[in-house]
């Protein structure tokens, strides 16, 4: 098990006043415990007030920013420990484990998720002057670093712009831009400077990966997802492993599962229905398969998420 962690700035006072300072202005747009959208289009605020169990969930391309708690996120056996120094950056569409391990009502995990529009992140790229990161991350398609100075600054003043709506339309899309430079410069943005990058074979590796959640309900044939990605079926096989820790048919089967889940709990739909609505020839596949990846048949586990005793999210 590799374990990926950060650790607290404290010998830094203006950093740790900083961290702070933010905990504060999420947690006075997030009073309450749950998930907190806002006016700002992709920025999502998190208080959680308990330790959860694990739980299956799937990132997008995103910063997450944590300022208080401490999460443990699970890649294919890469442990991603967040604590409030740390924030995560998410390259691609990926479907992970996830546990939050220390919260609390006097001190709760309070975090903040900003979705990135990877044609800004393109755009960023673009620009001749923009320096190199120092040192290289991993190859994976997280990544967790701690927070520094300008991206605090940074994801400050974006949530502060919930306080004026009105000046939300004109400055969060640059302020949304300075976010996205500030993780390029970060040996963390490596993957997402690649992915971005038209031609890098991460970016057509993540172009299969987007061809496959648009698709994962169809029969997956490797050589046509080999053409999507333009590469050979052995270079996207490396590429697709090395990105998301699976195969590309593990990946589906992920996808899956968790769509079949969502349909059943969320619109009520039989385990059946579900099973061919997805994707699945055979329904006594589908209940196989869904009891090893969720732990529990699809009926009881459905009643097991409706009776609140654990959590199913799209969003980590």
Known sequence: MVRHKTEHGTSNPALTEMRTALAHKIAAHAPSAGEHPTVIAGLLLFRRTAPSPCYRATYEPSLTVFVQGRKLIN????EYLCDGSSFLVSSIDVPVQSQIVEASEQVPLLS??????????????SREDLPQPEGSSERRGLAVGETTMGLLSACARLIELLDTPEDVPFLSPLIQREIIYRILRTPQGERLRAIATRGDLSHRTARAIAWLRANYN????????ASVARMGVSTLHHQFRALTAMSPLQYQKQLRLQAARQRMLMD????TNAAYEVGYESVSQFSREYSRFFGQPPIRDIKTLRDGKIVATNVA
């Not at 990135?116 to 790229?125: C, G, H, I, K, R």
């Not at 009520?268 to 385990?271: E, K, S, T």
């Open 218 to 225: 169809k029969p997956l044939h490797m050589e046509e997802l």
């Open 268 to 271: 009520g739909i039989d385990a």
């Open 112 to 125: 903040m998720l900003l979705r990135l529009d990877m044609p800004a992140v393109q755009d960023v790229l």
């Open 75 to 78: 890649l294919g056996g890469t």
